[in-house]
């Protein structure tokens, strides 16, 4: 993952629940000094993005790890835009389900720009 994050400016890591991606994104954060974690699951953390393009271009030194990410469609095209303002990598960390609507979005709105990382099921 570290290495993907050195290459793209977004890595997604998709999967089903309790399969370890808020896990991994965790430990990955706590080697970056320099990030700040987002739940859309939690209503504080989503009020943060009312706002997303101010909040985005606020906060462009910060790895932003947006967790649920599923439940945001309407951010694909604003990360575009923010990615396109600012390509350096790792830039972002995205957390969501590998639900059609979430690898459509994020393919569609951030071709070139993100690499995919899909966890299996535990089990």
């Not at 000094?33 to 271009?57: C, G, Q, V």
């Not at 462009?60 to 967790?67: A, G, S, T, Y």
């Not at 994020?106 to 299996?120: C, D, H, K, N, Q």
Request: proline share 7%; net charge positive.
């Amino acid at each position: 993952m570290n290495e993907r994050l050195s290459w793209f400016p977004a890595v997604a890591i998709l999967g089903p629940r309790q399969c370890g991606k808020s896990t991994r994104a965790g430990e990955l954060l706590k080697k970056y000094h320099e990030s700040l974690y987002i739940d859309l699951e939690r209503p504080s953390h989503k009020r943060m993005l009312t706002d997303s393009e101010t909040f985005f271009r606020g906060n462009r030194n910060l790895l932003i790890c947006i967790d649920e990410m599923q439940l945001a469609h309407e951010l694909f095209p604003v990360l575009r835009s923010e990615i396109d303002a600012d390509r350096r990598p790792g830039r972002f960390l995205l957390l969501g389900s590998a639900s059609p609507e979430i690898i459509r979005g994020t393919s569609e709105s951030l071709a070139r720009r993100i690499s995919y990382l899909e966890l299996p099921p535990c089990g």
